[in-house]
């Protein structure tokens, strides 16, 4: 599944517009949420285009964003304090950006309301 043009998340994802990365590789991306929630507000998102996780998205894809998020907890040293991770489907979740991406959260004590 190729890049999708009026895409921002894969604008992103492919360097096409910059953006605050903490984490890349072949497959996927990470950079901050620009209106974060928590001190630690990390979307990871795949290079490829899925709309969300409902879309075929491949097994390699899918533990390539695992990895990554296991590697933005590293890096913003939130493996021992605890993070959240979020992803947002349609319309009752509220999904805003139709390009599959998982939140990372953490940083701070995270209630109920965040995500
Ligand atoms: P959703 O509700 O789709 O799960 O969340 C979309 C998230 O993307 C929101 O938290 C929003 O702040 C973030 N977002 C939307 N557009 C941009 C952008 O252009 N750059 C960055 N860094 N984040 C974005
Ligand atoms: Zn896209």
């Known amino acids: 599944m190729a890049m999708h043009d009026d895409c921002i998340f894969c604008k992103i994802a492919n360097h096409v517009i910059e953006s605050d990365y903490i984490y890349e590789d072949n497959v996927v991306a990470a950079f901050r949420d ?5 001190p ?16 075929g998205v491949p097994a390699e894809t899918a533990a390539a964003l695992l990895h990554a998020v296991d590697e933005v907890a590293k890096a913003e040293g939130i493996t021992e304090s605890g993070f959240r991770v979020v992803a947002n489907a349609g319309g009752d979740a509220g999904q805003a950006v139709h390009h599959l991406h998982l939140h990372v959260l953490g940083g701070c004590r995270l209630t109920d309301d965040f995500a």
Request: no cysteine; net charge negative.
């Open 34 to 38: 620009m209106s974060p929630l928590a």
């Open 40 to 55: 630690t507000h990390v979307l990871v998102v795949p290079k490829d285009h899925y709309a969300d996780l409902a879309d």
